[in-house]
């Protein structure tokens, strides 16, 4: 259930972050089972329940894993190459703990050092990094003084600071206030506006719809679903479209949607001025509603009601531990 | 390359280095290293006390007296015969001894004992019925103290104090790290995995030389300043003593690098560092009961080698002793030297393998 593939045709192997036929297994406890994806740049979300595999990608992606079986590479380079991998990927994991006696600054510029930067560019990233997550006033404090909203925003700073192109983020917004998610999705959109590849996982559906380009959704170890969203929910033909539409005349226009062979339910909504329609060829629908509407009603507008991740979900997973 | 890597090996050790020195966690490894220091450092003060009183006899003494005069007295000799050899005694006490002879009756016994000294050496007189029935000469023998601290080197230091400062400095440069939930820090940086170990191996080398070689130093400082000057430089300058006391930083040296390298190895490889612990300190106790070969695969065969002083057993010591305290197959300086470093650099290098198939897995921990 690709869709992906499409829109980015033109990418190689160098350019996306590929697993081929990945498998983890810790012990006899199943991580991630038989993973294909080819996932291109622009924000991409792995979305599933705890236990999915979210973080068992994400640590196979960074090389914190290593696969029982199968192949990974990002963009051309092997995990298990971290002086190599790390020049281009920034990885802010969920582990909530920090080298000892380092102050928010230090953290950051520790991790600058270990790539080997020179003072002055140490300097320089380090703050801009802290000044991107709105840390500057805190950055002299030790980090074991933060609030977890403070260290999830330190965290994001070390994957930023040096520029990485592939930025992987495990529940970034995790801890954070709406104000600071805002900004942090922001930022998220910008850096896959120049090109970089943002892979997050989230349990916050709404959020998730906000932000992605694409998603991957996972559920006990497999990958259910994976593409841009419209492209996924087209997929899933065992759940009719619902569409909403917004009119002066829902009751005129219920009676014209019952004639269309394609429409399966039509519900007037509650205030009197719009329709629920469920159909099972929504592009077909479309086009005939496009007749109707000549004919004299008038149509406010036309949203699909469940073409978001929330219903993919869903339909696809279930509603287990997830926030909308 | 090269550049970078020493680059990335100098922030890993500022990183761990302030780790390991400022971790309360680590305050039994800095007690550990001084415990010998402070046992010498208290025989070095009651050797100053003792010092200081022989100078105030022999001051009070007749005549000067030197070390032979003080072995001159022979037992049953008279108290005149022991005053016409030294003069009168400087700290004299009588008393009268009450005893009971065989057929029931009473007899008093006048006792004496006196005390002289050269000034650095003392000698106690006891006199029955005015004759010397015991004679105890008491002095600082460079021999024996030298015995001493071989003898605390050997079996506290090297075999308890560095071995175990070592367990608890280089098994949690890797082990800790996971307990801590911190190591991805460094799995995340752009930095090769075994050019990470070697730094986090140099931050520990550094950090227990500079605890154990310090506190060596320390207690030669010590143990040389009980002497007086005369003494301490004729065993400095013309006993070995600058020799043995430069073999014993360099033995702990080598040892922190054998014990290092071995625990850094146990860390990444054991979860509980108590079993390979307690298996590497069997190895080490058990090495004098090895057959030949197996003896060469232990740190201690070749630091025992390089031990300046032997410890002499006196006779009557049981074989399994002697055993432990002798070294009846010693290797030559070189060998012993290069047989710790590349037996080290052999396992750096299984741990370099190790730390690259490494993985981060906190929550199975």
Redesign the interface.
């Known amino acids: 259930m690709s869709a992906a593939t499409g829109v980015t045709s033109g990418l190689t192997k160098n350019d996306r972050i590929v697993f081929e036929d990945v498998s983890k297994f ?2 006899e406890i199943l991580g991630v089972n038989r993973v294909n994806l080819s996932i291109p740049p622009g924000v991409t979300s792995l979305v599933g329940p705890n236990g999915s595999g979210k973080t068992t990608l994400m ?1 196979l992606m ?5 696969p029982t079986r199968g192949r990974i590479s990002v963009l051309g380079l092997d995990p ?1 190459e ?6 281009i990927l920034g ?1 802010s ?1 969920q ?1 909530d ?5 380092l102050t928010g600054f230090q953290f950051v510029a ?2 600058l ?4 930067s020179d003072p002055q560019t140490v300097e320089q990233l380090a703050w801009r990094a802290i000044e991107h997550v709105n840390l500057t006033e805190a950055a002299g404090r030790s980090v074991g003084s933060y609030s977890k909203g403070m260290r999830q925003r330190i965290r994001l700073a070390q994957a930023l600071c ?1 520029n990485p192109r592939v930025l992987v983020l495990d529940e970034p917004m995790n801890g954070l206030d709406p104000l600071a998610r805002a900004e942090m999705i922001a930022l998220f959109r910008a850096a896959a506006a120049e090109g970089c590849y943002v892979i997050i996982s989230s349990h916050i559906l709404h959020e998730v719809d906000a932000l992605s380009d694409q998603v991957i959704l996972l559920s006990n170890g497999y990958v259910v679903a994976e593409g841009q969203i419209h492209s996924v929910r087209n997929e899933i033909r065992e759940h009719p479209a619902q569409i909403l539409i917004r009119c002066d005349r829902p009751r005129d226009l219920a009676m014209k949607m019952m004639e269309l062979p394609q429409t399966i339910e039509v519900r007037i909504h509650n205030d009197d001025h719009g329709l629920l329609i469920k159909t099972k060829d929504a592009d077909r629908f479309y086009l005939a509603l496009n007749h109707i509407a000549v004919n004299g009603i008038e149509i406010e507008s036309v949203a699909p009601a469940d073409d978001d991740v929330n219903s993919v979900y869903e339909y696809l997973i279930g509603n287990d531990e997830v926030t909308r | 390359m090269t550049k970078l890597w020493w680059a990335q090996i100098r922030s890993v050790i500022r990183l761990e280095m302030k780790k390991t020195f400022f971790a309360r966690r680590g305050l039994w490894i800095y007690i550990l290293a001084l415990l010998p220091f402070l046992l010498f450092l208290s025989q070095f003060f009651i050797a100053s006390r003792l010092r200081a009183r022989n100078s105030e006899i022999a001051a009070r003494s007749e005549k000067k007296l030197t070390e032979q005069d003080l072995h001159a007295i022979q037992p049953d000799m008279t108290s005149e015969e022991v005053i016409a050899l030294l003069g009168k005694p400087p700290v004299r006490y009588r008393w009268n001894q009450r005893r009971r002879l065989d057929n029931g009756t009473f007899v008093v016994i006048p006792r004496e004992t006196y005390k002289y000294s050269d000034g650095l050496n003392s000698l106690f007189l006891s006199l029955e019925d005015g004759k010397v029935v015991s004679i105890n000469v008491q002095g600082f023998t460079l021999t024996g103290d030298s015995v001493v601290f071989a003898g605390v080197f050997q079996f506290f230091y090297l075999r308890l104090a560095i071995f175990f400062g070592c367990l608890g400095i280089f098994m949690n440069l890797f082990r800790g790290e996971i307990l801590d939930k911190s190591l991805h820090f460094y799995f995340l940086a752009p930095i090769r995995r075994d050019v990470l170990m070697v730094g986090k191996f140099l931050a520990g080398l550094l950090a227990t030389c500079a605890i154990f070689v310090t506190s060596e130093l320390l207690q030669i400082i010590v143990f040389t300043g009980q002497f007086s000057p005369n003494v301490r430089e004729l065993y400095l300058y013309h006993n070995h003593g600058l020799a043995q006391g430069a073999a014993y930083l360099g033995i702990t040296a080598l040892a922190c690098l054998g014990y290092g390298a071995f625990f850094l190895a146990a860390g990444m490889l054991f979860r509980n560092p108590i079993l390979p612990a307690a298996v590497i300190l069997g190895w080490e106790a058990a090495n004098p009961f090895l057959p030949a070969l197996l003896q060469k695969v232990s740190v201690i065969y070749y630091l025992k080698s390089l031990c300046p002083v032997e410890i002499p057993t006196p006779p009557g010591t049981p074989a399994l002793l002697s055993l432990l305290v002798s070294n009846p197959d010693p290797v030559s300086t070189p060998v012993a030297i290069m047989g710790i470093v590349i037996m080290s650099l052999f396992v750096l290098y299984i741990s370099s393998l190790q730390v690259r198939r490494m993985e981060i897995n906190y929550t199975t921990e």
């Open positions: 810790y012990g640590n960074t090389g914190l894993v290593r298990r971290p002086e190599k991998l790390f020049k990885y994991t582990f703990s920090f080298p000892k006696n520790s991790y050092r270990l790539a080997g040096h």
